[in-house]
């Protein structure tokens, strides 16, 4: 069965920066597109970024410049470099995968504050 774990969480200052990870298990990882969304209090469940199998990029425009997706195939584990981060970043994060069935992870707090 697939399962995505998220990892990399945690509290940093306002400009600070993070990298998160997570990793896919039950699926042929390097075939399917991978992306990381984000969920505020209260908000909804959002992308944020994504990578397909060709390693093609897309971010939301609040984040260019600011966030780097990556994929290691060999270790079927995708990334989100998080750098000069803000307070409006505070959310889980959760990776997803357009794998058949997958299910969402159990995600990771990241807050961002002073």
């Known amino acids: 069965q697939v399962q995505l774990v998220e990892s990399g969480g945690g509290l940093v200052q306002p400009g600070g920066s993070l990298r998160l990870s997570c990793a896919a298990s039950?699926?042929?990882?390097?075939?399917?597109?991978m992306g990381w969304h984000r969920q505020a209090p209260g908000k909804q469940r959002d992308l944020v970024a994504s990578i397909t199998s060709a390693e093609s990029t897309n971010y939301v425009a609040s984040v260019k410049g600011r966030f780097t997706i990556s994929r290691d195939n060999d270790k079927n584990t995708v990334y989100l470099q998080m750098n000069s981060l803000k307070p409006e970043a505070t959310a889980v994060y959760y990776c997803?995968?357009?794998?058949?069935?997958?299910?969402w992870g159990q995600g990771t707090q990241v807050t961002v504050s002073s």
């Open positions: 997803n995968t357009n794998a058949p069935s997958a299910p």
């Open positions: 039950g699926i042929m990882f390097r075939i399917y597109a």
